[in-house]
């Protein structure tokens, strides 16, 4: 089970605090939008072995959405920060490769 900490209110629990929304730091294509483009978005993810960066909401708890960095083979939570940030971190790419050191990066 996961154990994550919400780094908008700072309560640390089980998953089932929490509510999964995906993959994290997509582009999202507006009006405008080519059709690959559009589909893309839709329905192309990754679904990496290892390192992933996922968005949450904490759905019994302040019910504010994050991200999540973490390992989906052995379920190790790396770091969780605001969803509204662009990209990981550098502190948390730091924390990731002290841990990986063959992670090649998130983009």
């Known amino acids: 089970m996961l154990i994550l900490t919400c780094p908008c209110c700072g309560v640390t629990a089980e ?4 509510h999964g929304g995906g ?4 582009k999202r ?10 589909e893309g978005y839709m329905f192309n993810r990754k679904n990496p072995r290892g390192v ?9 708890g302040c019910g504010k ?12 939570v790396f770091a969780t920060y ?7 971190p550098p502190e948390v ?10 992670w090649e990066g998130w983009a």
Do not use: N, S
């Open 82 to 88: 605001p969803a509204q940030t662009t990209e990981p």
């Open 65 to 76: 959405w994050f991200i999540a960095a973490r390992c989906t083979v052995t379920l190790e």
């Open 23 to 26: 993959e994290a730091h997509l």
């Open 29 to 38: 294509f507006g009006p405008g939008a080519t059709d690959a483009e559009y």
């Open 52 to 60: 992933h960066f996922e968005r949450w909401r904490h759905a019994y």
């Open 93 to 102: 790419v730091e924390r990731i490769k002290a841990r990986r050191p063959e």
């Open 15 to 18: 998953e089932t605090e929490f």
